[in-house]
């Protein structure tokens, strides 16, 4: 049944601070509460369970390695965590001479290589982000610069083959994708999807179309290559994030918040939300 603007999400979590970077793993929704460093685990029936805390605020995000390793990209402190069996956080990666701005989202894809967005130089005067940067960590822990230029990086899926990273550009209106070379360098950068709204985190469905959630126009929207919009899901507040989880992954999960811009994000005000809506197609891919 498709989603039209007038379809309503139910409400399955509420209380969060900023729900940011979901993934569905081990049968819940995990994400991360910005603003507590907190890393949230929610099932279907909205039964939520703090898993982990970290010495960070804002911004981080979350994946996993093949062998099921949790990841923590910590923004501001420029480090990729990892968790071992014991639960203890060790460093998996130092970013912190590669940038001095924060980094944000995280993607692992099928065959071990992380992508991390964000950094790139530091931000005009006035501006919260300068132009942002992608990063690859391989599995034998060597770290390059992958692409530059992002105008404010957010969130980026990885296709099936392995073969496509898109990822979102806030500030540019669109959805950008590369070619993933063997080495997992990315290459033949082009425009996916020049959009009409300001993608933040995104996921990708079977039918090779992409969700992205848009803060400023609160709602999410399923686009196709090339832009055509194909579905609207509207919210009375700021849509974060988006993943396709659920025992199919046929559930849209929308983490939305009340937006009142970049200073006021550590607060004590809790208006986010995680919804819920069911989607036409499956989601495949990486995160997820």
């Given amino acids: 049944m498709p989603i039209s603007s007038a379809s309503k999400a139910r409400l399955i979590l509420e209380g969060l601070a900023f729900g940011e970077s979901p993934r569905w793993h081990d049968g819940r929704l995990w994400l991360c509460n910005w603003g507590t460093g907190e890393i949230v685990a929610v099932d279907e029936g909205g039964n939520s369970e703090v898993l982990l805390s970290i010495p960070a605020v804002l911004p981080y995000s979350i994946d996993w390695l093949p062998d099921c390793r949790l990841l923590v990209i910590s923004g501001r402190e420029g480090l990729l965590l990892r968790q071992e069996p014991d639960g203890s956080l060790v460093t ?36 919260h982000f300068g132009p942002g940067t992608v990063v690859l960590i391989t599995p034998d822990g060597r770290i390059r610069q992958a692409a ?16 496509t ?25 082009r425009v996916w999807a020049q959009l009409d709204g300001y993608p933040d985190g995104i996921c990708l469905d079977a039918d090779g179309a992409v969700w992205y959630a848009d803060v400023p126009n609160k709602h999410c929207v399923r686009v196709r290559e090339g832009g055509d919009v194909l579905q609207t899901v509207a919210a009375d507040r700021g849509c974060f994030a988006c993943m ?42 990486w995160p997820g």
């Fill in 244 to 285: 396709l989880g659920g025992a199919d992954r046929r559930t849209l999960f929308i983490t939305a918040a009340q937006w009142r811009g970049f200073e006021h994000m550590v607060s004590d005000i809790r208006t986010g939300q995680v919804l819920g809506i069911e989607a036409p197609a499956p989601g495949v891919g």
């Fill in 148 to 163: 530059d230029g992002i105008a404010f990086a957010n969130g980026m899926v990885v296709t099936p083959d392995n073969k």
């Fill in 165 to 189: 990273l898109i990822i979102a550009e806030s500030h540019a209106n669109r959805l950008t994708a590369f070619d993933i070379a063997a080495d997992g360098a990315l290459a033949n950068r």
């Fill in 92 to 127: 998996h990666a130092d970013l912190r001479g590669l940038s001095k701005s924060p980094w944000n989202e995280i993607v692992v894809d099928g065959r071990g290589n992380i992508y991390v967005n964000g950094g790139g130089s530091a931000p005009a005067p006035g501006e």
